[in-house]
């Protein structure tokens, strides 16, 4: 199937778009029907576009024909939804996602050698551009844990210097960049440590062009790690970004924010508190409700609190 047969849009007209405008579009993971439909909720209470992330291990959880069963009944305009493959790590899953139907892919050969990376960037282009589908790329590497099969335990920033070339070889539509941000929930010593500005600015004096994309992004509210702890949870030290860095690096050319761990606690945090307070619930439709709820709630207040994407559909 083409992303077109599902009326999707691909994230190059949604991101050049936020690029010129100064916002970001959210690019938020989901796994299952419930984190999907809070993310569609979330968009369409804010009149927001918005990017539908799936990494190769949820695509692997849901399957792909019960993926896409779901998106042909998401209730959203559909022209503002792109479906992306969040860190594919190979050519192979890059082409099966963009058969399924995806409109947007992420080809992730950050941990490659750079001369790999791009050769292998550009066979992903060469291919997902013929559909019209488009491509991110990473230069350089975030530490903490990337998915269920990636970790990496120090950052290597991204080098200004590369970028230009990279971009021009790989003919990717937007980068993915490494000034700080961390994957997971166990990010900063302190909130406030400050990204590196510095970097991201020669990036994007380099490739005015190009959509940058912040990986990372999340900022751990501490009200869901307080909430999961108190009910029977053991998460220690777990902490993000501040929404004020990650908005200073939207004003700079970061046009794609991804966040996922944020909401993992949103929804984790609402089923624990249930579960605990309310013991007669076994019907799982009572407290998923609930947990989909949260995490709408939690996606809203990014989308109108950092992203600044709401109504600029
Ligand atoms: O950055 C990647 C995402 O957080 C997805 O991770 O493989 O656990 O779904 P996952
Ligand atoms: P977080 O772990 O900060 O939510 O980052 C998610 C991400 O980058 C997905 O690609
Ligand atoms: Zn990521």
Known sequence: MHYSDFGLANTKKLLN????KGYAVPAFNFYNMETLQAILDAAKITQSPIILAV???ALEYMGGEILMGMIRGAEYKREQIALHLDHGHSFD?????TDLGFSSVMFDGSALPLSKNISESRRVADYVHQFDVSLETELGVLAGTEDQNTKASAHSFTDPDLVKDFVKQTKTDSLAVAIGTTHGAY???SPNEALRFDILEQ???NIPNVPLVLHGASSIPQKYVNQINKFGG???NARGTSPAQIRRAISMHIAKVNIDSDSRFAFTASVRKTLVSEPEIFDPRRYLDMARKEMTKNCIDEIQNIMGSGYKI
């Open 234 to 236: 053991d998460i220690k």
């Open 187 to 189: 990010k900063k010593k």
């Open 93 to 97: 899953i890059c082409k099966y996602a």
């Open 17 to 20: 778009r936020a690029l010129h």
């Open 55 to 57: 990494s190769e291990s």
């Open 203 to 205: 990036i994007a004096t």
